[in-house]
Each structure stands twice: as C-alpha cells, then as structure tokens.
C-alpha cells in the first residue's frame, strides 16, 4: 500500500473524518473499528472513555482512580460524538446530535459528582465537536456551515461560547483539526508532515484568543517523526507521538515521549495504535487509549507525573470486563 494513503500518514483533520466514515460504515454493518475516545478530569481521579461514538451503539464509560471500584456506564445523550472533562469538578462536556436531520448538534454538560441529574445544554449549533474549556464557564468548540454540502467547502471553524451562550469566531477558517492544545492566551495544532515531507518538521498553527497572545514554539522543538503532540497548558509538559518505524514500509507503531522543558524520557509498554490522549491542565496525570493494532481492541492506560520529573511515576493499563 502506498504510505500516504495510510491513516497514520494523513493529517489530523483527514483521519478524524475518515475515523467518522468508518464509524459510519461500522452502523451500517460493515467492519467495526474499536475507536476509543478517552479523557482524564483536571483532578486526574476519573477517566471518561467513549466507544462507538455517534452511533446508536456507544458507550460512556467512567472509572474513579481512587478507588476499587470498576468501570461504569452511565447513560449519555444518545449519538454523543465528542467527550472532553472541563476544568471545574467532575463536569464532562460532550458535543451529540439530534437522530434526524438537520444535523445540529448540542454541547452539554454532565456533572459526573450528580450522575441522576439530566445533562445541562449549553449552546446548539451545527456539527459541534471536540469542546474543551479555555476558562470557567468559557468552551471552544468546533461547529461548521449548514450549507458546506451544499457548497462542497469545508465550511468549519472554531468558536468560543461564554457563560451566557456569547459567541466568539477564534482562528482562521477551515481548520477542522481536533481539539488544540490551549496554552497561556492562545492555542496550537500541529500537523505533521509525514507522507508529504518526511524530511520536514512538523507544522504548528498557533493562534491567539481575542486580546491573548499566540504560543511561540518553534517547530523545530519536534523531531520529523512525530504525530502528535499534547501539551498542559503552560506547554511544560508535552507528550510526543511518533513513529518508530518510519522507513520500514510497514503497518505503522506509534510510541510516546515525554517532553518536560529540555529533557526527554521514554514511556515503557505504550507502543501500539492510540485513538485519543488527553493530559490534565497542570500535567500531573494523561489518559490514552492503546491498542497492539488498528482493529484491535482497545484498552485505557493512564499515566501520573511529579512536576519536576520527567519520568513517569506510574503507568496503569485498564481493560474493560466482559460483559
């Protein structure tokens, strides 16, 4: 198989939607992909995880780290696309959609601290996805133009919604990456080159909130083969996706390295296939999925940090029971 017509080889925005029409396809049985959405409170005491998102199969899933207790359903708004923990308590922000057309979509939230109170809607507009808190109360969010089809463009952007459902166009237009990594005042999304330009470093989009200031990391700071990267939100700490074996022609094996300013340092028994990673506000503890290969399934691994350490104090690898 030509490398750039594999997933791993296409930018973010590409693979997200060919991850949704693969959802797609699985609904309508075909082959199901055991995409896992995964993401960790600011607290880093539970870990929310999503499969089969957006369909009338998926699953929310919720674990607290604190105790010995197991996995939890809870039951979510059905044809939840999108989960993403906020910054205050145990409050999980999740994007769904009503299960006819028009395809506009609600963000809500959903206290986790109070799991019989209905989720609280926020806002609705047309395909949300990947909300995440910039500040109390204020959500960037992705949402898109009710006539793209229509027009064949990509017609999507970001916006911030405040406390009292105010809106905010932030960035440029038609950047339908996944959620960016927020740091200071601003935000970024790095789109690697792998497939296009191995040689190239990868590219970083860096914008500013309104009156913030944009991040300033040089793209240099990420070696050629990395994937991904995901920072907290001073950027002191980044985990790095990337390729270990990008020359070989094979099924791609992606691992991950800690960044905590100038040093570096390994993650053992991570490499495999990952379809989310998510790290707390302060860098303290990052939730992944992980799996030994695309279509297999996945399980959760949650890693702790100390501030001043590279190394990771701790990695868990979670399964989920049998049912």
């Not at 979510?76 to 028009?102: C, D, K, N, V, Y």
Request: contains cysteine; aromatic residues 8%.
């Amino acid at each position: 198989m030509d490398k750039k017509l594999r997933l791993g080889h296409l930018p973010i925005w590409l693979g997200s939607l060919l991850l949704a029409l693969m959802g797609t396809l699985s609904a309508c049985g075909k082959q199901e992909i055991p995409v896992l959405h995964t993401t960790i409170s600011a607290d880093g005491q539970i870990v929310a995880t999503l499969l089969h998102a957006g369909t009338d199969k998926q699953q929310l899933r919720v674990r607290n780290l604190g105790t010995a207790n197991s996995w939890h359903t809870l039951q979510a708004p059905p044809l939840t696309q999108s989960i993403r923990f906020g910054l205050q308590g145990h409050e999980l922000l999740l994007t769904h959609r009503r299960p006819t057309p028009p395809k506009f979509t609600y963000l809500s939230k959903l206290d986790l601290d109070q799991p019989d109170k209905a989720p609280q809607r926020i806002y609705e507009a047309y395909e949300l996805a990947f909300p995440v808190e910039v500040s109390p109360g204020q959500v960037l969010v992705r949402t898109g133009d009710s006539h793209q089809q229509e027009t064949f463009s990509t017609g999507v952007y970001w916006i911030v919604v405040g406390p009292e459902k105010q809106i905010q166009k932030v960035g440029p237009e038609s950047m339908p990456y996944a959620a960016p990594n927020i740091v200071g005042s601003g935000f970024f999304w790095m789109e690697d080159q792998i497939g296009i330009n191995d040689e190239a470093h990868p590219k970083l989009h860096q914008f500013a909130f309104p009156g913030g200031k944009a991040p300033d990391i040089p793209a240099e700071t990420f070696e050629k083969n990395t994937f991904n990267v995901i920072c907290d939100r001073r950027a002191d700490r980044c985990l790095r996706q990337y390729i270990t074996n990008l020359r070989k022609g094979e099924p791609f094996i992606y691992d991950v390295e800690v960044m905590l300013g100038s040093e570096r340092c390994q993650v053992r028994g991570v490499a495999g296939i990952s379809d989310d990673v998510s790290i707390t506000p302060d860098g303290k503890a990052s939730v992944m999925s992980l799996a030994s290969a695309y279509g297999n399934p996945r399980h959760v691994v949650v890693m702790q940090f100390r501030s001043n350490q590279c190394e990771a104090i701790s990695v868990q690898h979670f399964n989920f029971e049998e049912k």
